[in-house]
């Protein structure tokens, strides 16, 4: 949904200013669009929000170990790629042997990571606002 989002609204945008012939009409409609997304992505959050409350309260040990297990592996995956893995090949270099060690993807594991501490909205902003493409 972001995605498409991301695609549309610039566009969306240019079509007010076809639609809308007055320049302050024209920034003020796009700045209530913008407003009501940045209002509708905060009101999922905060719905978020409530949903993990009700998952940390509930006796399912499921329910209340998924994040943590996949922020420690978040955070084991950021360990083994700068930490782990160049030390481990350094030790393999020293010892003479002729051998790669295992890395993880580290786009998929730093956009997973970004979006558990919340921070996978402020790219989608930049891009909805044009900032970077």
Do not use: H, Y
Not at 66 to 80: D, K, M, V
């Amino acid at each position: 949904m972001i995605q498409l989002l991301t695609a549309l609204l610039p566009k969306a945008l240019d079509i007010i200013d076809d639609v809308v012939p007055d320049k302050d009409a024209a920034a003020k409609a796009k700045q209530d669009i913008e407003k009501k997304l940045i209002d509708a992505a905060n009101a999922t959050n905060l719905a978020q929000i409530e949903v993990n409350k009700e998952e940390a309260r509930s006796g399912n040990r499921f329910a209340q170990t998924w994040r943590p297990a996949i922020g420690w592996s978040c955070a084991l995956g950021i360990f083994w790629l700068f930490i782990g893995q160049p030390f481990a090949q350094w030790i393999i270099n020293l010892a003479g042997v002729d051998a790669a060690v295992p890395t993880v993807p580290s786009d998929m594991l730093l956009e997973l990571t970004f979006a558990l501490l919340g921070m996978a909205g402020l790219r989608t902003f930049e891009k909805l606002k044009g900032i970077t493409k």
